[in-house]
T-cell receptor, first 111, second 112 residues
Framework: GQNIDQPTEMTATEGAIVQINCTYQTSGFNGLFWYQQHAGEAPTFLSYNVLDGLEEKGRFSSFLSRSKGYSYLLLKELQMKDSASYLCAVRIISGNTPLVFGKGTRLSVIA | EAQVTQNPRYLITVTGKKLTVTCSQNMNHEYMSWYRQDPGLGLRQIYYSMNVEVTDKGDVPEGYKVSRKEKRNFPLILESPSPNQTSLYFC???????????FGQGTRLTVV
């Protein structure tokens, strides 16, 4: 089966750096997405990693290690508006569904 | 403006009364999908479609139907809704399964 693990909740301080981890055990791995979802709103795309390494996009960076089944999302210079859930999703090329989401990590940014 | 539009945003219905949630995208995307989101369970895929007249079951298809007669529309049909289908539903579209998905605003469905 497919299994994706993320911490349920995290808290960090405004201006700080936070790393949200995602580990996965899947067959047919073909890439990993990160989405942001504010409470009561739709998810919005942050990043997509297919190859190993770090991809930086402004304050947000995403890292992938395919051999370790591990990814993280790094948020720098945290702002209050970064309080949201962060969803890790794995692209699968076999199985019932081509995209499997983790349960999400709810990040609270405090002053 | 590029968008995915779902209707209705909120719906309360009774057990057994057929309903349809519409989804339309204006980005000429080939890939569309439906998810439900429940507390503690995350987003789970119900059905997806890779193109017109091509649909496939996701992880939780029981009790749902879909159709893809036109590229822009992908309605979700509940023939006989039950209380366990009370959930927040999202439609999404993308150029392919390997590109970013654009989500609709969500439909909060309550079945009593």
């Amino acid at each position: 089966g497919q299994n994706i693990d993320q911490p349920t909740e995290m808290t960090a301080t405004e201006g700080a750096i936070v790393q949200i981890n995602c580990t996965y055990q899947t067959s047919g791995f073909n890439g990993l997405f990160w989405y942001q979802q504010h409470a009561g709103e739709a998810p919005t795309f942050l990043s997509y990693n297919v190859l190993d390494g770090l991809e930086e996009k402004g304050r947000f960076s995403s890292f992938l290690s395919r051999s370790k089944g591990y990814s993280y999302l790094l948020l720098k210079e945290l702002q209050m508006k970064d309080s949201a859930s962060y969803l890790c999703a794995v692209r699968i090329i076999s199985g019932n569904t081509p995209l499997v989401f983790g349960k999400g990590t709810r990040l609270s940014v405090i002053a | 403006e590029a968008q995915v539009t779902q209707n209705p945003r909120y719906l309360i219905t009774v057990t057994g009364k057929k309903l349809t949630v519409t989804c339309s995208q204006n980005m000429n995307h080939e890939y569309m999908s439906w998810y439900r989101q429940d507390p503690g369970l995350g987003l789970r895929q119900i059905y997806y479609s890779m193109n017109v007249e091509v649909t496939d079951k996701g992880d939780v298809p029981e009790g749902y139907k879909v159709s893809r007669k036109e590229k822009r529309n992908f309605p979700l049909i509940l023939e006989s809704p039950s209380p366990n289908q009370t959930s927040l539903y999202f439609c999404a579209s993308s150029f392919s399964m390997n590109t970013e998905a654009f989500f609709g605003q969500g439909t909060r469905l309550t079945v009593v």
